[in-house]
């Protein structure tokens, strides 16, 4: 029974039709083939592009840290050369005692009333800064100093007056 065929002759299709009908699909089957494969391909590689940007991000903020960290360390080192830099001039003068000795007998011939706020050490003198509470101990202050007789030179380099802290004077004392 199977070679017996009710469909009448003039409805079957033509073979140049049933041709043409395979070869469209197999043309079909065959792209969707390729574009399956290109999908896959394009979501891998934007999967894996995905996971390399975010490696990249997370390397980049760590060595913008790092950067960080070593912005500071630098900077403490400039400070530390610096302070080393003035201790080795101060080392190399040839009389450094001498400049302590003008700031010790200063600080030691203070009067009540007057505050020592800085003393800067420099080759041939001692820069002081002194707050003195009314005039009468700056005069106190400054009698003290020439009475001394230790002192070659006594140069007030500025006298301001504030209300709430006084007088602040900045001498420079060369022996």
């Given at each position: 029974?199977?070679?017996?065929?009710?469909?009448?002759?003039?409805?079957?299709?033509?073979?140049?039709?049933?041709?043409?009908?395979?070869?469209?699909?197999?043309?079909?089957?065959?792209?969707?083939?390729?574009?399956?494969?290109?999908?896959?391909?394009?979501?891998?590689?934007?999967?894996?592009?995905?996971?390399?940007?975010?490696?990249?991000?997370?390397?980049?903020?760590?060595?913008?840290?790092?950067?960080?960290?070593?912005?500071?360390?630098?900077?403490?080192?400039?400070?530390?050369?610096?302070?080393?830099?003035?201790i080795e001039n101060i080392y190399?003068?040839?009389?450094?005692?001498?400049?302590?000795?003008?700031?010790?007998?200063?600080?030691?011939?203070?009067?009540?009333?007057?505050?020592?706020?800085?003393?800067?050490?420099?080759?041939?003198?001692?820069?002081?800064?002194?707050?003195?509470?009314?005039?009468?101990?700056?005069?106190?202050?400054?009698?003290?100093?020439?009475n001394s007789g230790k002192y070659?030179?006594?140069?007030?380099?500025?006298?301001?007056?504030?209300?709430?802290?006084?007088?602040?004077?900045?001498?420079?004392?060369?022996?």
């Open positions: 029974m199977d070679g017996i065929n009710l469909i009448p002759q003039e409805i079957k299709p033509k073979a140049n039709v049933l041709k043409t009908a395979n070869l469209l699909k197999k043309i079909a089957i065959t792209e969707s083939i390729f574009l399956l494969v290109f999908a896959i391909i394009v979501f891998g590689s934007i999967f894996i592009l995905s996971s390399r940007l975010k490696d990249s991000h997370s390397k980049d903020d760590k060595l913008r840290s790092e950067i960080k960290a070593l912005e500071q360390t630098e900077q403490r080192l400039m400070l530390v050369k610096d302070r080393l830099g003035k190399s003068w040839d009389d450094a005692s001498q400049e302590v000795l003008i700031a010790e007998g200063v600080v030691n011939t203070l009067p009540e009333g007057v505050v020592l706020r800085s003393a800067v050490l420099k080759e041939t003198q001692v820069n002081l800064t002194i707050e003195v509470v009314n005039s009468e101990s700056f005069s106190n202050l400054l009698s003290s100093l020439v070659k030179t006594i140069k007030i380099e500025s006298l301001d007056f504030d209300p709430e802290k006084g007088y602040i004077i900045e001498l420079a004392i060369s022996i």
